[in-house]
């Protein structure tokens, strides 16, 4: 399976983005796609994950009310959508996929993983 991440950019604190994850295979419904983000000189961190069946979201407490994944069945693609950007939420931003997913946060739970997309929120 491959990832394709995309959408990263440049904006300034408030404002939006949305990312968008692209899977080369179909996506099952024991599925969950995910976001995770890293900083330079910081731990990946969890961002969001939606169940591919049934669409049951999660998201990280830093994340919550600001950003919100959903998913197109059709085309197996994850989208982040992420408003009220804040500086510290600059970050190289990867989608990941579980096959089996549990509601885990950690990264270990995810088997493929996306190239990193940048985000950069300027104050």
């Known amino acids: 399976v491959q990832l394709q991440a995309s959408g990263g950019g440049l904006v300034q604190a408030g404002g939006s983005l949305r990312l968008s994850c692209a899977a080369s295979?179909?996506?099952?419904?024991?599925?969950?796609m995910g976001w995770f983000r890293q900083a330079p000189g910081k731990e990946r961190e969890f961002v969001a994950a939606?169940?591919?069946?049934?669409?049951?979201?999660y998201y990280g407490d830093s994340v919550k009310g600001r950003f919100t994944i959903s998913r197109e069945s059709a085309t197996n693609t994850a989208y982040l959508q992420m408003n009220s950007l804040k500086p510290e939420d600059t970050a190289a931003y990867y989608c990941?996929?579980?096959?089996?997913?549990?509601?885990?946060?950690?990264?270990?739970?995810?088997?493929?993983w996306g190239q990193g997309t940048q985000v950069t929120v300027s104050s």
């Open positions: 295979q179909r996506i099952f419904s024991s599925s969950a």
């Open positions: 939606i169940r591919w069946g049934g669409g049951r979201t």
């Open positions: 990941a996929q579980a096959r089996a997913y549990s509601g885990s946060y950690e990264p270990g739970s995810y088997a493929y």
